[in-house]
């Protein structure tokens, strides 16, 4: 993954896209099945390494072809699905030691990636979760690891759902999703509203970075949990070592 982008989600720049036709298909003509097979083939089955042994994904590592690959020849947006992020494995913990925060709840899992956190959920006895992500290849990658984990398909949305009028959800899970002051201060209005329109619970899975401690929405927020990541995760993140799970109360 390094010659295709570091893994820091809120300072990586959009990749030049070379869509060489001899080797690259169009967004256009790109079948589900053609996207299952490249990520098949490119990413690597994980799990014990992470801060959820138990959930499986598919991720880039070191074995991968595009950790060192040149950007150009990625097809694709910039793959966030294919890192577990550290506020994600956070969450997703959280939700597992404990599930009756989601049990029997409706779900939303925004900006899910690699989609564990919906997973967890799923796992733990909601239910109903929709995992939310705008990049297509992302629900796929999702769809391959619910299946991974012996799940039936999840239910996928690509519409940028942040500032919808979101009815018919009890819980929403947020994990590293706090990578840019603008996005930051977008959620944080829209959250406000479905906290106080629906009664929505939030919880927000973050290792402490900047865009994040330094918002002003950190004054709402409680911390539920925080956990010692694993070495191969800091590294991965540059030393990050920890990484916690928030509750967001409303600006009442």
């Not at 169009?26 to 801060?51: A, H, M, P």
């Not at 950790?67 to 992020?85: K, Q």
């Not at 991965?236 to 600006?251: A, I, K, Q």
Request: glycine share 8%.
């Amino acid at each position: 993954m390094l010659g295709l982008f570091r893994p820091h989600k809120y300072d990586v720049s959009r990749l030049v896209k070379t869509f060489l036709s001899a080797f690259i298909q169009t967004s256009s003509s790109q079948s589900d099945e053609y996207v299952r097979k490249f990520i098949s083939e490119n990413t690597e089955i994980c799990g014990g390494q992470s801060l959820t042994p138990e959930i499986r994904l598919r991720l880039f590592t070191p074995s991968c072809r595009f950790w060192r690959e040149r950007p150009e020849l990625w097809p694709f947006d910039d793959p966030y699905w294919a890192i577990y992020w550290p506020g994600g494995q956070a969450l997703s913990r959280y939700l597992l030691d404990n599930p009756g925060r989601c049990r029997g709840m409706r779900v939303l899992d925004l900006g899910s990636g690699c989609g564990a956190s919906a997973i967890a959920a799923k796992l733990c006895g909601a239910a109903h979760v929709v995992a939310n992500d705008t990049d297509p290849v992302a629900a796929i990658a999702i769809c391959m690891n619910y299946e991974l984990n012996g799940l039936k398909s999840p239910v996928c949305v690509t519409d940028n759902m942040i500032g919808s009028e979101l009815k018919g959800f009890d819980l929403i899970l947020l994990g590293d999703m706090f990578y840019d002051e603008a996005l930051a201060t977008s959620l944080h209005g829209w959250l406000d509203r479905c906290i106080k329109i629906h009664g929505t619970e939030v919880l927000i899975g973050d290792p402490g970075r900047t865009q994040f401690q330094e918002h002003s929405i950190r004054r709402l927020l409680q911390q539920q949990a925080q956990f010692e990541l694993p070495e191969s995760v800091r590294e991965e993140n540059y030393g990050l070592t920890c990484s916690s799970v928030w509750s967001f109360c409303s600006d009442l």
